[in-house]
């Protein structure tokens, strides 16, 4: 019940919402726990395996009773209520067991922050905030960040939050070298100085949050020298029946009363192993409830004590426990032995946990300490200091995990219904480590992570063992101290922001020809150009039918390109590449493949010798980033004597292959200064030419296997150039083609593309490539690890085609590749790398490593599909001109 | 996540970084003549002690230069240099 003065609420205004579907009303102020305790209500949320009623056991995020799922105005499940601060329109129902995630996207912005500070403390209590304080007036750059909405930590459990806090806080605001933030939980520490805090910055203004604020923010802190200042978590005592609502920490009812001005009861047994509960007692018995009975655990309590319980009129058992309870929703009775005391409110305090998980986190050791009953700091840590009570400045308390009784109706971890039982059947196996105990009963695994039953577990199983508490130890705090949610961690990095997209020069323009797009690393590619009413497969057929028969216009600007200079860039490149480059002339193109030391293909891409000094490199899309790291590594790491600089010039120069039977004529046709003649402009040959004064650079490459011209322009004048291109190929029916296309091309003429039709562990030899790998050159990466053993297997898995014999197939890529059904196992030979549709073939077909497969070609294997096996011929890798008569001509 | 102090930059983020393995592996002077256990030594074998242990680092999203760093396995700090 409600109070009728104290409290920081604001009791001039009234918050309406619901829960379970039922109206309540509140104040600012409250937490959703504290507005239903006011109204009477304990019992929140139904146990997870047992459906027991559960209600608030706490006051703030170690509360292991009152989960609830809100439901208005976001979905959001498993929230401790005594951390939801209450708003209007908040709607929210008592969790049964779990929570529901919500089915529509969540709207709401979420953002992250750096900061960089000399000193950073957690937690704005007494000791936080004197820390924060001092370091403020010496000139430091001081963050301080607390959970709770309004500074001052336990001191808002006190009967007046005392007058300096509010001074303190004040004097912070005035250095402008000081961050101070509320309602902001650190829930992780990491390597130096680096700690992880959510501040949820509108949760508590429910509909009337404004639009334009992030809703929560992580903020990304580094500090020099951080000072955790997380306080205590009192700490239950484990008996029969201790999960009944009504059941709560002695500490939790004093700050409902004074910070929340609610009455958790009215008839109150308190059950304590120390002095902390006494406070409790009185205050509660001050603000009007009746006290029934004090059952203290030790033998003798302080005189000054029991002279005040005696003034107080109330009944004070010592050497005494409560071993059990009654009630259903609500507790009706504590038992000491077999005489039931009638309560409504038991309060229970074994002592007090300092809060140690942040110091835990990353490499604090923890030490016990046996007047406390608790872990505290062990070996200090540098750039970390811990003071107040999470440094061990608490009341000591006797020890008493639980008292003797009906285990399996002993509780230890609310959350996940497991009990004493558990325990015992996990240490009756075997296990001696707490962390196998922990993973045996799920103990400290649920939203509270252990807050209050991981202290309670290790005392348990060091009595059951029979061993002193500090040999058990504790599990591994772990980060996040609270639940954080997955929104808040991606921040704005999702949707088109999760990742950078990289667009071509001509990306408007393949929007308004109505591309397909397709991923390929970041790029955006068009994957294919559909005319109305065509799918994938007419749209590719049509623009194959086009390169091969007349022309076509691919955007290939997202090719890797490195510009290799200096006077030792030839060098450079023979020592990387299989084959050899320095016998390159200048204006000519060579086709390469790099290898890593173990032989094994990694890139591959043509070379342009532009001048002696002077190579650009053209790499995989995906590779580009790749190959130039693996560029600089040699150079720098082994050969740093070499006069070369590698540069990346990808987004330079657009890249536009014209390909096929008439890419002359249309080549020819916009470069008129150029003789695109067989004779003078042969394969494999570069021109350099100006366009409107415009430089740029014709090669004659081909990745399609047709008469293919590559033009290369500076980014800017991408879309001119283009244009002049379509425009010179209209009579011929020039067609843009995407990448769909570009690999069906390329798959017909049996060039790999590394990363798909290869995976790491692939050689030259195995693509059928010896051709590329030099035998002049006395070395390069890769060239030894072809002599081992295994690169020499003649079982080695080998590049080729497969044409199914029914002629309609398309094999998924990744089928497996057998010689019959046999009784399992069925030896594999291999798999399908690329397989499509050929409009050239007139069927589908597939490229495939397979084992031993150039001594296979001509043979018939079986590929299964959708549970039936389709027939394949093996073939060789190239099926279309293999001759090259296209490509020369 | 680690601050580490690139020699040419000072200290930075980890994620900056990419690592290189063991350092001091220098590419054999003639690798044709190692036998395949040596060229397999090499190619495939590193050091994994427990302590100091000698490291390449690039600073792959920063100055992008590699140099060489000792760091201690169990506790991850870096020496200073």
């Not at chain 1, 010496?138 to 709770?148: F, W």
């Not at chain 1, 390069?780 to 199914?804: E, Q, Y």
Request: charged letters at 25%; proline letters at 6%.
């Amino acid at each position: 019940m409600r109070t009728t003065t104290g409290g920081r609420i604001d009791r001039s205004r009234t918050l309406t919402f619901t829960f379970d579907g039922e109206t309540y009303t509140g104040h600012p102020g409250d937490t959703l726990a504290s507005a239903l305790l006011a109204a009477g209500r304990h019992s929140i949320a139904t146990s997870i395996t047992l459906g027991r009623p559960r209600g608030v056991t706490a006051a703030w995020a170690e509360d292991s009773g009152g989960l609830v799922q809100i439901e208005e105005p976001f979905p959001e499940p498993m929230l401790p209520a005594t951390t939801v601060e209450l708003y209007d329109g908040l709607s929210a129902r008592g969790l049964a067991g779990r929570g529901r995630l919500a089915d529509v996207p969540d709207s709401a912005r979420y953002d992250a922050r750096h900061h960089h500070v000399d000193v950073l403390v957690v937690g704005a209590g007494p000791a936080g905030l004197t820390a924060a304080l001092d370091a403020a007036r010496e000139g430091k750059r001081v963050a301080l960040v607390d959970e709770q909405s309004e500074a001052g930590g336990s001191l808002l459990g006190e009967p007046s939050r005392p007058a300096w806090v509010g001074a303190a806080v004040a004097e912070l605001a005035t250095f402008p070298d000081v961050l101070h933030l509320q309602r902001t939980t650190a829930f992780g520490r990491y390597d130096d100085g680096f700690v992880l805090a959510l501040e949820r910055r509108t949760d508590h203004l429910g509909a009337a949050a404004p639009k334009h604020l992030s809703r929560q923010r992580v903020w990304r802190l580094r500090a020099r020298a951080i000072v955790v200042a997380t306080g205590a978590h009192e700490r239950p005592i484990v008996f029969a029946d201790n999960d009944r609502p009504g059941i709560m920490l002695a500490g939790a009812a004093r700050t409902f009363l004074h910070r929340y001005g609610v009455l958790a009861g009215r008839e109150v047994v308190v059950f304590t192993t120390n002095d902390s509960a006494y406070d409790a007692a009185f205050d509660l018995h001050r603000a009007g409830a009746k006290v029934r009975a004090i059952v203290d655990a030790r033998t003798a309590v302080p005189a000054r004590t029991a002279e005040a319980c005696e003034k107080a009129g109330i009944w004070l058992l010592t050497d005494s426990v409560v071993t059990g309870t009654r009630g259903v929703d609500r507790i009706t009775h504590a038992m000491v032995g077999t005489d039931p005391i009638q309560c409504d409110l038991l309060l229970v305090s074994g002592g007090w946990n300092p809060a140690v998980h942040l110091f835990s986190q990353s490499r604090g050791t923890l030490r016990f300490d046996e007047t406390l009953g608790a872990f505290v700091p062990g070996e200090p840590l540098d750039g970390v200091t811990v003071i107040g009570s999470a440094a061990g400045e608490v009341v000591p308390a006797m020890t008493l995990w639980r008292v003797p009784g009906p285990a399996e109706r002993q509780f230890v971890d609310l959350q996940r219904d497991a009990t004493v039982a558990d325990i015992e059947h996990a240490v009756g196996a075997g296990l001696r480590s707490i962390e196998h105990v922990k993973r045996f009963t799920t103990i400290g695994t649920a939203h509270d992570q252990g807050k209050t039953s991981g202290v309670l577990t290790s005392g348990i199983v060091a009595e059951l063992l029979g061993v002193p508490v500090r040999d058990t130890g504790t599990t591994t705090f772990r980060p996040p101290y609270t639940p954080v949610a997955f929104a808040a961690l991606a921040g704005r990095d999702r949707g088109h922001l999760f990742d950078p997209e990289r667009y071509t020069a001509l990306h408007d323009w393949h929007v308004g020809a109505g591309a397909v797009f397709e991923d390929v690393g970041q790029w955006k590619r068009p994957r294919y150009y559909p005319r109305p009413g065509e799918d994938m497969e007419t749209a590719v057929l049509r623009e194959c039918a086009a390169a091969r028969t007349g022309v076509g216009l691919l955007d290939g600007s997202t090719l890797g390109k490195i510009d290799v200079r200096g006077p030792d860039a030839a060098v450079l490149l023979d020592r990387l590449y299989t084959n050899l480059m320095s016998t390159l002339k200048p204006g000519l193109v060579r086709y390469g493949v790099l290898c890593g030391v173990d032989g094994m293909v990694i890139d591959d891409g043509t070379v342009m010798r532009l001048a002696d000094d002077h190579f650009l490199v053209m790499t995989t899309t995906g590779g580009a980033a790749r190959i130039l790291d693996w560029m600089e590594e040699w150079h720098q790491t082994e050969w740093p004597e070499l006069r070369v600089h590698c540069t990346s010039v990808t987004e330079h120069w657009a890249t536009f292959p014209v390909v096929g039977p008439r890419s002359r004529d249309v080549v020819g046709a916009v470069f008129p200064d150029v003789d695109v003649s067989r004779d003078a402009f042969p394969f494999m040959a570069i021109r350099e030419t100006t366009l409107d004064g415009v430089p740029v650079r014709l090669a004659r490459i081909s990745f399609s296997g047709e008469l293919a011209y590559e033009v290369y322009v500076n980014s800017w004048y991408a879309v001119a150039i283009w244009q002049r291109l379509l425009a010179a190929g209209q009579q011929y029916g020039i067609t843009p083609y995407g990448t769909e296309t570009m690999h069906v091309l390329r798959a017909e003429k049996g060039y790999p593309i590394i990363g798909q039709d290869t995976d790491g562990t692939v050689t030259p030899q195995d693509l059928g490539m010896s051709w590329v790998v030099s035998k002049k050159k006395v070395d390069f990466v890769g060239k030894r690890s072809f002599a081992r053993p295994a690169n020499l297997d003649p079982r080695r898995k080998h590049l080729v085609g497969l044409l199914p014999l029914d002629r309609e197939t398309v094999l998924p890529e990744g089928s497996q590749i057998i010689a019959e059904l046999t009784a399992p196992p069925v030896a594999m030979l291999g798999h399908v790398t690329s397989s499509y549709r050929s409009a050239e073939l007139g069927r589908p077909f597939a490229l495939a490593l397979l084992k031993g497969g150039r001594e296979r070609v001509g043979e018939v294997l079986q590929v299964p599909v959708n549970g039936a096996l389709v027939p394949v011929e093996v073939t060789g890798p190239v099926l279309v001109d293999p001759e090259g008569a296209r490509r020369d001509g | 996540m680690q601050l580490i102090d690139c020699p040419h930059c000072g200290p930075r983020e980890e994620v900056e970084f990419s690592y290189g393995g063991q350092a001091g592996v220098a590419y054999p002077a003639d690798p044709a003549a190692l036998d395949d256990e040596q060229w397999a030594h090499y190619v495939f074998f590193r050091d994994n002690p427990k302590g100091r242990f000698a490291e390449r680092w690039y600073h792959a999203v920063g100055c992008r230069r590699w140099f060489n760093a000792v760091r201690d396995t169990v506790t991850y700090r870096f020496e200073g240099r």
